[in-house]
């Protein structure tokens, strides 16, 4: 039988405004009548519409992802890894995800899902310099989170800890007698890219050494120079290649392999990023590994506790291992 709210109503002995309040939770009734109504509901297996649930409770009860337009292929295990965290967690609170393409290259896609009102809540999977799209959500009277630190007070966030698991990595390196290291890094306009580089100088400098700035290459994604930088780096006597994120570090094992450098023999190699693209190296890969999925778990609680109503701080997630493998032995 299928059941509606009229005859839910003339089941109950109710009007079918009193059994509409009673299920959304809005309205004067007594507790009597909305207990009577829900607990009827439960043993009935009565679910409302998508709409009628959305139109009770003036929501759309979907969540927007925002996730770069030109993410390449290498950097997707992050973006799927947070995106599962991001719908799991979303599950427990009767949402849907909507995943929304937009970066610093356009953001109509988002505006459009704003103004037309389709989500409730923003989250931003990737915090560029300069975003437009946070500039946007700021003024879009939506709540919103960010992953990754924005370096603006005014805007919500969560991010790992990437300062200071890259500055740990690095005096791990040091300790094992590893002291010069060239660091190949992405777009100097991504925010993790200048965290990351603050950790890399400062394990050197918590151990008291000094970092060679010739060996510092930046906004390497996607870039022809990396086979020649590599190439530069080795001739200035580099013992180890670190590598921001795990996409770079791939691209570097191929450039090193086909250019017939051994890893670690002849140099060794490491990211400040672990996931399934590195899980099949040979050799394996000393990385940082970071839960990318609980992190997106976390941004959905938050932003769900914000909708509520509740006020909510940004939060640095300090969670981190660091897998030493065969690539720096």
Not at 187 to 208: D, H, M, Q
């Amino acid at each position: 039988m299928s059941h509606t709210l009229e005859s839910i109503a003339k089941e109950l002995g109710l009007s079918k405004t009193t059994v509409s309040r009673a299920i959304s939770g809005k309205g004067r009734i007594s507790e009597e009548t909305r207990n009577k109504v829900n607990e009827y509901i439960k043993q009935i297996n009565y679910r409302p519409s998508a709409v009628a649930r959305s139109l009770a409770a003036s929501r759309t009860f979907n969540v927007g992802l925002v996730v770069p337009a030109d993410s390449a292929l290498g950097e997707m295990p992050y973006f799927q890894t947070l995106m599962t965290g991001v719908c799991d967690r979303a599950m427990d609170f009767d949402y849907d995800v909507l995943i929304i393409l937009a970066d610093n290259e356009g953001i109509s896609p988002l505006k459009h899902a704003v103004q037309n009102r389709k989500i409730d809540a923003v989250i931003v999977s990737r915090c560029e310099r300069d975003s437009k799209v946070i500039n946007f959500l700021k003024t879009a009277n939506i709540p919103y989170i960010v992953v990754g630190n924005p370096m603006d007070k005014a805007v919500p966030y969560v991010d790992h800890d990437n300062e200071g698991a890259a500055s740990r990595m690095i005096e791990t390196l040091i300790d094992a007698g590893i002291t010069r290291m060239a660091l190949i890094g992405g777009g100097e306009n991504i925010n993790v890219t200048s965290s990351r580089l603050i950790g890399f100088k400062n394990g050197f400098k918590n151990k008291g050494l000094k970092v060679d700035e010739d060996l510092i290459f930046l906004n390497m994604h996607k870039s022809e120079r990396l086979d020649s930088v590599l190439k530069t780096a080795m001739a200035d006597g580099a013992e180890c290649i670190v590598c921001m994120d795990d996409m770079l570090c791939n691209s570097v094992l191929n450039c090193l392999h086909n250019d017939g450098i051994s890893v670690p023999e002849d140099v060794k190699l490491c990211s400040f990023y672990d996931s399934n693209l590195l899980s099949t190296s040979k050799p394996s890969i000393t990385s940082l590994y970071f839960d990318a999925k609980k992190l997106g778990a976390l941004c959905l609680e938050t932003l769900m506790r914000n909708l509520d109503g509740e006020s909510v701080a940004s939060q640095i997630v300090t969670d981190f291992n660091i897998q030493m493998r065969d690539s720096t032995r």
